[in-house]
């Protein structure tokens, strides 16, 4: 905070350089996080170790893809604490989790895919920000626990992300294809009149016109949340 007597200094401008550190303005600060991503480290073809921390555009192989964790609304969350190496340094644990609801055939076989797995993931929080964690050469791996639940606590899988990495998580500036496998019920959202959003399943039955600036949540029973806005 400026107490009236400092003078600025203008200097050009150095991205690796030391800066002041403060929350933007009129930006909202929400907690929590909206969604994950995961892809394979095999469809990267380069990584930018050095540079700047920021990161505008991945170098993937052709078609490669990225596939969605749809976990239960409240349940993501990511922590990167410090680890520190003593005279090497400090390494960053990487720590994404969720809760993938309700037991089936399909979700098994899905999630046994992952075992041994090397991942690179990116999440996007409630503020909008997207970031990547983990890297092809520092990957993440799954791990899972089931609980039938019993009548009073629900059935469902609690998954991780776990990793170390030099550098912190990279915020990320590009753009990333998501596979369609797996959303086969998943919801279109095409352009409607007078700047509206219409909302359909995949089978194109409309379920909804949201109007510009305004936010929709559908749900059905216990097995789909969407938020829209």
């Known amino acids: ?110 999630i046994e895919t992952m075992a041994g797995g090397r991942f690179v993931a990116l999440y996007r929080d409630l503020n909008g920000q997207v970031q990547l964690v983990g890297t092809p050469t520092e990957p993440l791996t799954w791990t899972d626990t089931y609980s039938a639940g019993s009548q009073t606590a629900r059935n469902n899988y609690d998954w991780q992300l776990l990793g170390e990495t030099v550098r912190r998580a990279r915020p990320y500036l590009g753009t990333w294809s998501v596979s369609g496998r797996g959303l086969e019920g998943a919801l279109d959202l095409t352009p409607g009149a007078g700047g509206t959003v219409e909302l359909r399943t995949h089978d194109g039955r409309l379920l909804a016109i949201v109007p510009a600036g305004k936010s929709v949540v559908l749900r059905a029973g216990f097995k789909l949340n969407y938020y829209i806005s």
């Open 1 to 110: 905070m400026a107490t009236g007597n400092e003078q600025v200094a203008v200097a050009g401008y150095d991205p690796y350089g030391l800066r002041n550190l403060q929350r933007e303005e009129a930006l909202d600060n929400l907690g929590g996080l909206e969604a994950v991503w995961y892809t394979p480290v095999s469809n990267f073809n380069s990584w930018p170790h050095v540079g700047e921390l920021t990161i505008s555009k991945l170098d993937l192989a052709p078609g490669a893809v990225w596939y969605q964790l749809v976990s239960t609304r409240g349940t993501l969350s990511y922590d990167q604490p410090p680890k520190p190496m003593g005279r090497h340094g400090d390494l960053f644990a990487q720590k994404l989790k969720g809760v993938l609801a309700r037991h089936t055939a399909a979700l098994a076989a899905g």
